[in-house]
């Protein structure tokens, strides 16, 4: 096979290089930048996973190949993957491509350094500092510290995962109470106690059980029937931990549950912190970019009394996969005390630079990749104003849709959503019964209870995915059967994309 | 100011956005991917960190940017950024620019999706599988789990911060050994204790710390005067630990010290783990690599009776950050078992494929970036045999270098390389003794007592930084004042390099 020549390897070549990264760049351009965001095109190429190893041939061999056959990898590659950035892509809590953010990961690429010193990578350590110094401004703090973590939770589901930023928060909050902690371990300390709402408890308890402390260091404190946080269980929960014989220090509120979108109390929770001198932990990697509108910031009042607060510019500002910032109120060198080795003889104290401005050591994983650039430069081109329309305008677009939603018979809100998370439940046509007739909502709960409603949504996710015409997430929550969950996170939606998902549902759903 | 104003998001306008990556794309090229590789180009323009603030102008505004602005931004962030792709560029263990790397970076990055389920991810989530499979080949396995991680270490210091993938394993080791201990903590366990080399335990403490175990928790073992691990002092620190109480669990050996390069004898110490039941952690993140080659994967003979491995691609192979795997001989599904919720209701179990192509619940930090399509796509091209021949003609570069340095009087070897780091003192020509001579190497160590020997280097780094020459790091080691540490891992370097490296620092110190 002359075609499956081994390809040089193109190291100290330049020219070769610069040439295939041309071609590459012409094929994300074609591919994913112009076909990946037309609503024209499918937002998926469903594939079974046996079919999809044969067509991608994804072995790697002793042998090279062409330059012709990587083109065409790379182009299958784009292809049988899911777009993203479509206008029909609702399934995550991101979507959408925003080009100078994109053009920012592309340079942050190509420039390949680590987040670690000021030495290799000087512009970024410089420009981290002011993109978290804004961030923390737009928390309410006119100091503090911080730092880009690497965890996200970008995926659809109860089920969350623990974030680093969250772990990190954990970890500072013990350690700062429990300096100790970090030489002797937890064997030397009292059993400690953290408390979440139910709404948020999976993606803290695999923290806690990482971090050593144990799921059970977890207490559960109630939420309402609209996800929030309820500030009088949580007082109760800390009684109940005190009395027996745990040692409460940190309370995890969210600005934004995954799946209703839901924004906890933190005035009223900041209040049983201080009562309690517990550390107050806001999870706002959902919520957090809600504080650039000044319409809708009034969800997060109560913020700055936070101790440290994740926000994760990736999604609701399309920032791009990774960009997680935790923020800490704390101006007394906490992080670099918790996370360093405090080896200080290790560090090289010759340097002809203020050695402060290496902030690896800040951080348990240590050298990081640069996750700044792509969220200045989208700042830079769109300024805060334009992030701040891109939020009010999903906000919009959200109350749009729960509008055209009440006036279908076809659809159901599973409540009012007050984010840009719009949960609803697809009626197909033979369980509908007259919407507003009197026996409407006792017909609904029966649909529920006999689990017939909840059996339609994977239905008709398997068959847009397998239309390719859209995708948008499912799942049960609490008492509720299967619903849908419809995020407005892509900047480029417009009302159109809206009923789009409605007729295509009504469309996918009407032999049911 | 008509030029400041604001730019339109280009939200949903693809021909504005693929003109603007167009330009930026431009300038990727221009900038990075032919000077930033040219040895005739500057390596690093430094300026003091208050200039460079102001030269880049920072602060993020209301108000967006023209789009002529944005362009001269990502030239300025290039412009004043270390060129880690430049063949003078060695500080790091990673450097150099690989093209089909890149190009599977750019891919990745436009796809911006995460590898958590099928249903998002359906090409990576099988990709992953195949370049983990292969990866796993090599240490020797023909089943086992695994997973990319976050974390990896790429800077230059003996302080180097624990990777993710490290934590992981120490995690899965308690967790194998008291599975308790996900639910009620490290308090319900007795006290436990791990070991790694004397060369290591800063990595380790700092995920020992984080995991709650404590750093008293990491037990000390000697190294011998090359950095390997001494197995029979392995065997002494057990039975000491368990003297005082404590269980053993885990040895963390290492493949390939950060500073002199050096592989522990994994044959003995995994000899010692089997006797004492202990799970064997193999750091190979750097030296891992030379797995690929026929002539040196004698290095780490004996990994295979790992427990687990943690290899980082973006070192020598220059994958490209991050790029960093953690190898698991486990056939059991501890990694879900581990760190999954083990909430399975709430997993959706109707969708419509195998739920088990949904590898998101093994890891702590859930959601996670593609880390697998630049490492696939650059073994696609160059083959097995071409990352082979990579590895061999670094440690060819590296003995060459040895070689020329030995011939030459204003240079010390801290000792004979085994692997491609190369640690050597400058010797100035003031401080020159005659090479040979009865009283040379008694010298040598008076000048290292005086510590007029380890004032060198940074004096040295300082002027290559300011003139733009080079970079290479320093850094004292045990008993051993300042030295340099050359790092051969760009493929692109030729012997030209290597003759300049020695030329340059002749050159720059010349008068000391």
Redesign the interface.
Known sequence: MADSK??L????D?M???A???D??GI??DE???K???ASEKV?E????EE??QL?D????????S?Q??LE??RA??H??????H?RFF??L?S?????A??G???T??????Q?????????V??EE??LR?LRALVGWSSGDGVFC??????F????????SN?YAV?LARYQRYPD?????????P?LALFTSKECH?SI?????????????VRMVKADERGKMIPEDLERQISLAEAEGAVPFLVSATSGTTVLGAFDPLEAIADVCQRHGLWLHVDAAWGGSVLLSQTHRHLLNGIQRADSVAWNPHKLLSA???CSALLLRDTSNLLKRC?G?Q?SY???Q?????VA?DT??K?????R?VDC?KL??M????????LE??VDQAFALARYLVEELKKREGFELVMEPEFVNVCFWFVPPSLRGKKGSPDYSERLAKLQREARLP?VA?VL??RM?RKGSM?IG??PHGSCG?FFRMVVAN??L?RADMDFLLNELERLGQDL
Chains 1, 2 share one sequence.
Request: aromatic share 10%; glycine share 10%.
């Open positions: 081994p390809l390897s193109l190291d100290g330049p070769a290089a610069e295939l990264l041309q590459v760049f994300v351009v994913v930048v112009r990946g965001t037309s998926c469903w594939k079974e996973p999809l190893k991608l994804l072995e790697l061999r002793g042998e090279g190949e330059q056959q990587i990898r790379c590659v784009i049988y993957s899911v777009k993203t950035c206008p399934n995550q991101f959408g491509l925003d080009p100078h994109l053009a990961r592309i340079i690429e190509s420039l390949n350094t680590s670690y010193t000021y030495e290799i990578a000087p512009v970024f410089l420009m002011e993109v804004k690497p965890g996200r939770r970008p995926f589901g109860l089920f969350k995962g623990g974030s680093i772990m970890n902690c970090k030489q002797r371990g937890l064997r030397a300390l059993p999976y308890k695999k923290g806690a059980a990482f971090l050593g402390l144990g799921t059970d260091s791009g996969l990774q996370h080795s080896a290790l560090f090289q010759d340097k002809f630079y203020d401005l690896g050591d951080v348990v994983q240590c050298g990749r650039l200045w430069l700042w830079k081109a769109q300024g805060g104003q334009g329309r891109r059996q994977p996710k398997e995915v995708m499912y799942q299967n900047p480029a417009t």
